[in-house]
């Protein structure tokens, strides 16, 4: 199974910022929709990923005056990102390896999603008690 069924799912609209938009205003953003990092894009492309552990990190260097930097002072980049063919278990792999929580899913360029280690985590969850029940299903019919 690959990431596209996940966001069949889950849907394909994700909030993002600009490189140019206020720290601040990024915070606000995150606590206001209470998610954990967003995509950031610039004319259409994703050059970066502003999670909490960027803001914490830069808030503990430079203390309140963090707040006053812009989104491209902070932001990781380049974001690591994944397609829609990926498979749900090279998520997995890909996100423990690099201890990221968050992937973007960029297509042809194109940002289509964001999914996260949840996401991808209750999807092997679902598919693996779905098999479960198949085969004993099977088995009480046999």
């Known amino acids: 199974m690959t990431v596209a ?16 938009d206020s720290l601040l205003s990024a915070v606000q953003l995150l606590a206001d929709k209470r998610i954990g990092c967003v995509p950031v894009v610039d004319d259409g492309q994703v050059v970066g990923i502003l999670s909490e552990r960027d803001l914490v990190y830069r ?30 278990i090279h998520g997995l792999s890909l996100m423990t390896k690099r201890r990221i929580r968050h992937l973007p899913v ?6 289509v999603g964001l ?9 092997r969850i679902d598919r693996i008690e779905s098999e479960a029940a198949a085969l004993r299903d099977y088995i009480q019919t046999a």
């Open 5 to 20: 069924t996940i966001l069949q799912g889950k849907g394909r609209n994700v909030i993002q910022v600009r490189s140019t």
């Open 59 to 88: 808030v503990a260097k430079d203390g309140a005056s963090a707040l006053d930097l812009t989104v491209g002072d902070v932001m990781t980049s380049p974001a690591i990102t994944i397609d829609d063919q990926t498979p749900v």
């Open 106 to 111: 960029v297509v042809d360029g194109e940002l």
């Open 115 to 123: 999914i996260s280690i949840g996401d991808l985590v209750k999807f």
